[in-house]
Nanobody
């Protein structure tokens, strides 16, 4: 089981990037998928999570209104569209998958707990 995160790079403040999380060997559409980030000297934090069971989509307060998580089931991929990027968004971004089955319409908090599969990170640098 492998996840592959891609799409990171260098962008100027105010710019946009779209990260992608692709899976091999399993189908993502029923998994809870999360995007996490870790900046140097900081703890890994949940950025956005999308439920596999119709539950709410989560965004960290710091990214609400700027980031959008979405699924492309045809391509077995989850995207994180990041707009209006700020220097404080710079970090290594990871995607992760939680295979647990939850009650329809419910999702746990967007933390690393339960995230069983992790991809290698992709670096996002926001600088002029």
């Amino acid at each position: 089981v492998q996840l592959q995160a891609s799409g990171g790079g260098l962008v100027q403040p105010g710019g946009s990037l779209r990260l992608s999380c692709a899976a091999s060997e399993f189908t993502l559409d029923s998994f809870r998928i999360g995007w996490f980030r870790q900046a140097p000297g900081k703890e890994r934090e949940g950025v956005s999570c999308i439920s596999g069971s119709g539950g709410p989509t989560y965004y960290a307060d710091s990214v609400k209104g700027r980031f959008t998580i979405s699924r492309d089931n045809a391509k077995n991929t989850v995207h994180l569209q990041m707009n209006s990027l700020k220097p404080e968004d710079a970090a290594v971004y990871y995607c992760a998958a939680d295979p647990a089955v939850y009650a329809w319409g419910w999702a746990p908090p967007c933390t690393t707990e339960g995230m069983q599969y992790w991809g290698k990170g992709t670096l996002v640098t926001v600088s002029s």
